[in-house]
């Protein structure tokens, strides 16, 4: 293809960081290295962008050894200049001195939205979803949930080897903003009691009935999923129900940003890896303006326009499972 | 309804056992309580069936704690016996003195044959694919590879560090029987240099010239993943590389049945809850003789017909992959 | 020796569990085996003799499998009435009827304190230190702090990966009650950029300044522990570095009750068996009233009456080396 | 001290490497700066001296990120040429041209003798012993053991799994070179059947009574570890056990350098840091021809001439601790 003569590729990684952009930003590397065309790393996001802040790799070993690492090592900001229309302009007007034909931005919400604002503005430009939330449509996962999962899971899994010598009631704050998917997930893998999020609410009287319940059924311990976004904070319900006799002494788990860390697990590797490869192809194929995601078994595109004017649902059914399964 | 008034069930593991295991008969034994059917836990696969080791749970705390656990708490045997039609015959009494109206068997390839093999005597029963080797028709993961994949990464991550410090190739092991999945999977995941695989036959001189490029090319390490099932065992290639003169030293990890054990991650409690629950519905909704199993997002039916008959390709777009990631 | 004949061994957990009270179980027990003497398993520590709660093993295989278990199989409870006259009749009089001629209590201070307490009664009883704390007198290490503190190192490890993408600062809360030892060694272990514990106050605008001077220094992440016994909480301490303008936004991490759980480390399981074993042999030579412990790479007898008396100073080396190896 | 005036210290990784060596280095970089003295980093030991492959660290930010990084950032190799008198005046006229006033090596036997060759010749240097395989003189543990256990702890875990669903026996063949303490102490950590090290050789026979042994009191599993120093590998046992009939069947997992990597543990990263930060404070205070060590709680110092010239004996106390917990 005679139109890759002498293409530049740019890559940044935006807004809260989750495991496996690192090996993202190595498969987009050495698919363009394989491809023969100039591939630039932008540091520290669109703020980077505004700031011109570039490496040019030289070859393959650059990204070598980044793989397994969690974190980004692009760095990844909030940057609030790239909101405005004047810190757009700038990082465009910068993308075009260093020659950048392309640009591929990770990250989550924030992050497509921005890539959005420039690709209305003619910027070539394709977004990968990488956020442990899981809060972005157009994708059945992003970069990074998995990691989370397992991180939570074994977390849980070291609370319930001393729940049960004690009959202890474990309250675990799991991030995810405004999205339960994280909560509910894990509340299955873990074999959580219940879980609380913002899709579904419920009220410390149910938890509490809940818990008692699971006391009189012969259960030496429980363990509750409180998401972030949750109409009521870990520490606040583990007062309210300890107000309340409910049979177990209660504790609070604050996991925080434990769960955004960690080396990627293979899951994320290869869907990074895919989502990677997949997003030069699709910008030497000449397209913009799209999010490349995981749909089943397959890669697929999105239009940015809809993955940011769509929510991703939280599932009832996986929600329910929590509560039939702990019985 | 009425239907389920007295229904007993039967879940049995066969075969080799894998991570998820646990998980799912948990998954099956709770949801058995909440349609307020008799569950009973065969012993020791085909082979309790035949010695008629039955073990019937009282209440969802019968199957507590055993969520995150390795292994199978049933015990997983293969079944000589079970082969011929005479074992068969005797399985078939036990589950009738036993009143068992429905079996669920998890297990891979020998155990869906054999849950096959009754189906066609009348027996109604459905199959839950758990198998590393992912070499399942009919499902895109089956219950444990999540977790042998994990596994084999995490120990290859260890390799790393000390390769990259000695120019040193590891010549790393993994499971797969007949199948190559993953050996190629792992391959992308831990940044292998050539995975070796049955199914895509290469010579010992093919991989000396790729380890001696990636040297010239400036790296300090090699990972070389061999499959179990490939044309040369890892031993025997190493004492051949080691005879060339390729730049680095080999040293060869076999990882044996390490990839068998280990707590499940949450893909595969996932996995393992999900087909658990929907082979129970299956057969309270009168069907037999399919597998549930993974496609996409969903949860599906394929005829066991089908799934003992065909085999589940490797495949090469991933296989390409690695090569590809490596440079 | 015509002395062990029909010797009757008890064993119980008491207080919080720590990981690593199993395997020390274990070695209890199979010792006992080995000495042709019979041994009882304590359920629900001192609650539990009072009670009279007894299982008499049969033989080494009914404490086969828990090696590798966190939490205690034995459940450890703390018990109000014990530290009455009257339950300690109570449990004194169930011993002698289930003719148990000496006790092995395992666990931190309470334990250690309740043992003391029966042994100036007549009872014979060896301690064995475990608590994740380490703040027992007259051992090196208690059971369980090893594990504790690679938990805590591998949790603050992931926060590191996302710490160096934002510029962040994190405090960790980690247990130890009144008692710097955890919080300082993992100070050290993680790379921590202050520690803050009961025994070193220190003042929120100090804290202030090294994180600040870290920022200066080029830092882009700090990692400060907190104990629980400091004095001021993790979440006020955020608050208050949030008012003032430190150069880092602020994150917290309560680990709670995940540092007591866990499949006990190489170190705990090494331990628990020297440990076990030497307090078997101990009884059997006729000595009571003391605490078998760590003392270099010894194994060490000190009376209860001094652990019970004494307490573990923090090492103020350690805490200095913090700051030092920060820089 | 106007001693330490324009004080320039080297330091080198050597030999096969050691989880926490880069833990120790940079606990000897931050002391460095802390004492403010030069700090020399030399590539690739020995090798590198020969070669004058130095690298001038100029603050402690250098150094920084590298705590809990398996490997060693310094590279360690093996230097034949080091071994001859030429390479090591090469060696000590770079380290004079570099202005190296005092030379610390981390390594193993191979790197403590090269120290001690050099310091005879007048150079000032201080060892630390560092080595997976605990063989050193001098010290109760080395960097890098606790790491190693560990990883071999958590790998047998993972067989145990497997191993009690399917009545199997697992020989897992561990590093150690001429020395079983790793395999010894590995054997308590995972309650193995049997333990084979060089320094108490055993017959196939007697290996195979005592599995059959295990089996017949009902276990359902065994585990076999076989150090690479011992009379047999562990290939060439799994064929001739397999050839007698011991109720088991046996399966081989060879961990390899697996067993090199991995991050260090709590106890590893403080021993480097405990380590590195005497050695620097040796070097400061005069002395040389030394190695720092563990001694019980302490930091010792041991003369090099005696460090090479003994061998560290693996304890028979340990070795019947297995057999004897097995039961």
Not at 64 to 92: C, D, H, P, Y
Not at 220 to 237: D, K, W, Y
Not at 284 to 306: N, Y
Request: proline share 2%.
């Amino acid at each position: 293809m005679s139109k890759k003569k002498n293409y530049t590729l740019g890559v940044l990684t935006s807004g809260g960081d989750a495991p496996g952009m690192n090996a993202c930003v190595r498969a987009i590397a050495r698919t363009a290295f394989g491809e023969s065309i100039n591939i630039v790393g932008v540091m520290n996001g669109y703020e980077g962008l505004i700031n011109g802040e570039f490496k040019r790799w030289k070859n393959a070993r650059d990204v070598g050894g980044i793989l397994r690492r969690g974190g980004t090592v692009l760095q990844a900001q909030r940057s609030e200049r790239f909101r405005e229309k004047n810190g757009q302009r700038e990082a465009i007007r910068n993308m075009n001195e260093e020659g950048i034909d392309g640009l591929i931005t990770i990250g989550g919400d924030g992050t497509l939205n921005g890539a959005h604002a420039i690709a209305k503005q003619g910027v070539k430009v394709v977004g990968i979803p990488a956020s442990i939330d899981n809060d972005i449509w157009g994708t059945d996962m992003a970069i990074g949930v998995d990691t989370a999962l397992n991180t939570i899971t074994e977390s849980v899994d070291k609370l319930r080897d001393t729940a049960s010598s004690h009959t202890r009631a474990f309250l675990v704050e799991t991030m995810g903003r405004n999205n339960g998917y994280l909560a509910v997930q894990a509340g299955i893998a873990c074999g959580a009691e219940i879980v609380l999020c913002p899709e579904f609410p419920t009220t410390v009287e149910n938890v509490a009935e809940i818990i008692e319940d699971a006391y009189r059924r012969g259960k030496n311990h429980a363990i509750i999923i409180v998401a972030e976004g949750a109409t009521i904070r870990s520490t606040e319900l583990a007062e309210q129900l300890d107000a309340l006799d409910i049979g177990f002494k209660t504790r609070v788990t604050i996991l925080g940003h434990i769960q955004r860390g960690g080396s990627p697990t293979a899951f994320d590797r290869l869907l990074a890896a895919r989502l990677g490869i997949r997003a030069v192809q699709v910008l030497l194929e000449g397209q913009s303006d799209v999010m490349v995601g995981l749909r089943g078994r397959d890669i697929t595109l999105a239009p940015l326009k809809d993955v940011v004017s769509n929510t991703r649902p939280v599932n009832l059914e996986f929600y329910n499972m929590v509560r039939n399964l702990a019985q």
